[in-house]
């Protein structure tokens, strides 16, 4: 069904459409959320963040200020899973996520982080391919370096080289867009 249709239900209260996010995104989810924990939990940890991430939507339908809800699952995904190896004194595998993706409260951070959010998409999408796709795999969903390169046929090291340039050319990117990333984590 229609991403758009289906948010429009979601936020009318539409009880039927929780059945049919789950069956449409769960394995989506379960990637997320499996890349991030499976170093340091096991299966039933990583279904309870799937199945806590489409209760958080279900929950908060009426907030969700966005038009593409995979993006907002895959953003309630990679929070509660962080979340999750908080808890459990667990280490995140990405020691430089800089695309890292919060909720804000007040409407002006909202106002910006849309803002942000927009402009780091046009820079990832910018980087042309290979280079986007290694950078969607690696901060989007955290998948490994050794499993993006056997994926895409490069070496280990190409994907590595590759993201630290294409972290470099964000930089610039949100710099001379007026963001400052000295001090932030983006």
Request: glycine share 4%.
């Amino acid at each position: 069904m229609n991403e758009k249709r289906l948010l429009r239900r979601l936020q009318r209260g539409d009880e039927s459409v929780l059945p049919e996010l789950i069956r449409q995104y769960s394995g989506y989810a379960y990637a997320i959320a499996s890349n991030i924990l499976s170093h340091a939990m096991g299966e039933e940890d990583i279904e309870e963040v799937v199945s806590d991430s489409f209760l958080s939507i279900w929950e908060n339908r009426e907030n969700i200020e966005t038009e593409i809800l995979k993006a907002y699952l895959a953003a309630v995904v990679r929070n509660k899973a962080k979340t999750a190896l908080r808890k459990h004194h667990a280490e995140e595998p990405l020691e430089d996520d800089i695309l890292q993706i919060s909720i804000p409260n007040q409407p002006e951070q909202k106002i910006l982080l849309s803002e942000l959010r927009e402009i780091a998409h046009d820079a990832v999408d910018s980087l042309g391919e290979p280079d986007r796709e290694i950078f969607q795999r690696y901060y989007f969903l955290y998948q490994k370096t050794e499993d993006i390169a056997e994926t895409l046929g490069l070496k280990d090291a190409t994907v590595r080289a590759k993201l630290s340039r294409g972290r470099k050319r964000l930089k610039v990117y949100l710099t001379e867009r007026g963001f400052d990333c000295e001090d932030t984590h983006y």
